[in-house]
């Protein structure tokens, strides 16, 4: 049973929240989203704050239960104030511009690589890192995932992109045979 889902989930100012044939449609500051109510769940907007209710008593109810709870404050939290995440550039000419809307990467290619991002999503490059943020927390996860897939960090030189704060396990390599007699 959810103890999170059991208290009601105040709507912040600047937050509109409307249920309409089972979506809640959130709108704020950030942008607009949008959740589907889950399957078991009952949800009631009253009084600037939101009550989910569970519809039955399994397992998959009360699951469904917490998850709905969950959601609604992501949703609420991105709306608010949005999310974000900041990726790193590392190695020796690895660079970021921005062309429009899209991301330009040169990061040891033999030509540059170019991602544009959905159009919910706010992509700025600053020096050697990219600062990606949106109202949808799933998304920018996404994104931010997709653009570290070009080139992830190696274990060797360290070399790649990475979030911030990401620490990269080093691996020792080759090392160098001149300490024995060589068997001939």
């Known amino acids: 049973m959810s103890k999170l889902a059991k208290k009601p989930i105040v709507i912040p100012e600047g937050v509109q929240v409307n249920l309409a044939d089972g979506v809640l449609n959130f709108s704020g500051k950030e942008g ?3 959740l589907k ?4 769940t009952a949800v009631e907007i009253k009084d600037n704050q939101i009550i989910v209710a569970s519809g039955a008593e399994h397992k998959q109810a009360r699951a469904n239960w917490g998850t709905m709870a969950a959601l609604i404050k992501t949703k609420i939290e991105g709306v608010a104030g949005g999310f974000g995440k900041v990726l790193e550039l590392e190695g020796i000419g690895f660079r970021a511009t921005m062309d429009g809307k899209n991301l330009v990467l040169n990061v040891g290619f033999s030509h540059p690589v170019k991602y544009a991002p959905p159009a919910d999503i706010k992509v700025v490059v600053e020096k050697n890192t990219i600062k990606i943020s949106g109202a949808d927390k799933a998304l920018v996860g996404e994104v931010a995932a997709q653009i570290r897939r070009i080139w992830p960090p190696e274990p060797y030189q360290g070399k790649g992109i990475r979030y911030k ?17 060589s068997a001939a």
């Open 32 to 34: 607009k989203l949008e």
């Open 165 to 181: 704060g990401e620490v990269v396990r080093r691996k020792a390599g080759k090392k160098v045979a001149g300490t024995g007699a």
């Open 37 to 40: 109510v889950l399957p078991y």
